[in-house]
């Protein structure tokens, strides 16, 4: 699985957003200093996250972002759904969408399995989760193994 510039920019902006103490709202401008992330393709993911119900925008000189509803009802999957789509898609469809033959024929579980898997991680942790650095234990435990930091 590939997480994109643009999801990691929203996950990133959703959790700037989360994190923020009073309910005023936050430029667009302080969020991308605050993250290193264009400012330009930020108001883009913003504006898809705000099309999406993620987020609320406020015009004026009081105005910007703030989450649309309680960072634990939030999750990381509902950001990179609302930027990207479907969670996981082979050549762009989904896995359901497709059939093998052949010794290729077993491929079908396997993506569904995938799919599967990164539905339950990521589903399972919320904005606030992240934003106070507390991952549920089961996401944390798949950390543990010296092997999870390593590229093969």
């Given at each position: ?71 634990e009802a939030i999750s990381i999957a509902d950001v990179i759904r609302v930027v990207e789509g479907p969670l996981v898609s082979v050549r762009g469809v989904r896995p359901p969408e497709l059939s093998y033959t052949g010794p290729a024929e077993s491929l079908l579980p ?43």
């Open positions: 699985m590939r997480i994109s510039a643009r999801a990691d920019y929203a996950v990133r902006a959703a959790l700037q957003l989360a994190a923020s103490r009073d309910d005023r709202p936050l430029k667009a401008e302080a969020i991308a200093d605050a993250q290193d992330i264009p400012h330009k393709f930020l108001e883009s993911i913003l504006n898809d996250m705000r099309r999406g119900g993620l987020v609320l925008s406020q015009r004026g000189g009081n105005g910007g972002y703030r989450l649309a509803k309680p960072a396997l993506w569904i399995a995938l799919r599967s898997n990164v539905r339950e991680i990521l589903e399972g942790v919320s904005l606030a989760d992240v934003a106070s650095a507390q991952l549920p234990a089961d996401v944390a435990a798949l950390t543990d193994p010296p092997n999870a930091w390593v590229n093969p």
